[in-house]
Nanobody, 122 residues
Framework: QVQLVESGGGLVQPGGSLRLSCAAS????????MGWYRQAPGKQRELVAT???????NYADSVKGRFTISRANAKNTMYLQMNSLKPEDTAVYYC????????????????WGQGTQVTVSS
């Protein structure tokens, strides 16, 4: 019913930048909180940043001042601008969203994207 598709990952040198995108499509009535998470090899998935429908934001301490989350509500799209990347930022980055469906407007459903790999290495 709803698909989240991430893009923009890749290989970048330490100190470099990448911009991730997450596009939502399907039977969407409203999108509430959206977020980016990441999972490094052998580690649990962790929160990177979230953004509410009113553009309130929350960041993990490890990315504050380096990453910026934003969204374009008219396009059902969320972004993550990542600057000053470090090797420890290497992970698969996932987006998620809390969505109300056209067919079920009173309920909120939680969706995940398939992930995009970010590798920071020289």
């Amino acid at each position: 019913q709803v698909q989240l598709v991430e893009s923009g990952g890749g290989l970048v040198q330490p100190g470099g930048s990448l911009r991730l995108s997450c596009a939502a499509s399907g039977s969407i009535l409203s999108i509430y909180v959206m977020g980016w998470y990441r999972q490094a090899p052998g580690k649990q998935r962790e929160l990177v940043a979230t953004i509410g429908s009113g553009d309130s934001t929350n960041y993990a301490d490890s990315v504050k001042g380096r990453f910026t989350i934003s969204r374009a509500n008219a396009k059902n799209t969320m972004y993550l601008q990542m600057n000053s990347l470090k090797p420890e930022d290497t992970a698969v980055y996932y987006c998620n969203a809390d969505v109300a469906l056209i067919t079920a407007p009173l309920y909120t459903y939680h969706y995940w994207g398939q992930g995009t790999q970010v590798t920071v290495s020289s």
